[in-house]
């Protein structure tokens, strides 16, 4: 009895050695706490306010466009109609190109997030792997958002080659 304990705390221990160390850490935190992501945070925000405005500037002055050609309509003559309602469209155009520059998917806020913000994302990755590296953490998991994002990975736990070896994709 005692050899079949000594047998299996023997292979708890070795167990143990062999087991991967999962850690998490929880990014909005870590930005929070940076002053840097604070500050770049405020800019994009006052810019984004400003771009709003304009926009909505904008989108005044074709309303008001748009009032007027009614109340006028019925006075224009039929090419006088086509030129309003053409430059009501080209405004509406307008309006459309402007609010795609400034948040579209490639737009001036997203690059502005890319100017002042990856950086400092950059930073915290960084440190991140050193860390994890240095301290001998298989995974490091992301618990800010919903669904955990995984982080940082050691490339020795990957087994997608296996994988595809067991389909037969790869020998």
């Known amino acids: ?79 006088m109609k086509a030129k309003r309602e053409q430059e009501i469209l080209d405004k509406e155009k307008e309006l459309k190109e402007l609010q795609k520059k400034r948040f579209g998917a490639n737009g001036d806020r997203i690059k502005k997030e890319e100017e002042l913000i990856k950086p400092i994302q950059d930073e915290i990755f960084s440190a991140i792997k050193e860390l994890a590296s240095s301290q001998g953490y298989a995974f490091v998991i992301d618990a800010a958002s919903s669904s955990y994002t995984l982080l940082y990975s050691d490339p020795k736990y990957d087994i997608s080659d296996d994988v595809l070896r067991k389909l037969g994709y790869i020998k």
Request: hydrophobic share 40%; glycine share 2%.
């Open 1 to 79: 009895m005692k050899k079949l304990a000594l047998i299996i705390s023997g292979l708890l221990v070795a167990m143990m050695g062999y087991s991967q160390k999962t850690v998490y850490v929880d990014t909005d935190y870590l930005l929070s706490k940076i002053p840097a992501y604070k500050e770049a945070q405020q800019q994009i925000d006052e810019l984004t306010k400003n771009w709003q405005a304009e926009i909505e500037e904008q989108r005044t002055a074709l309303d008001n466009l748009y009032k007027q050609y009614q109340v006028d309509k019925v006075l224009l003559s039929n090419d």
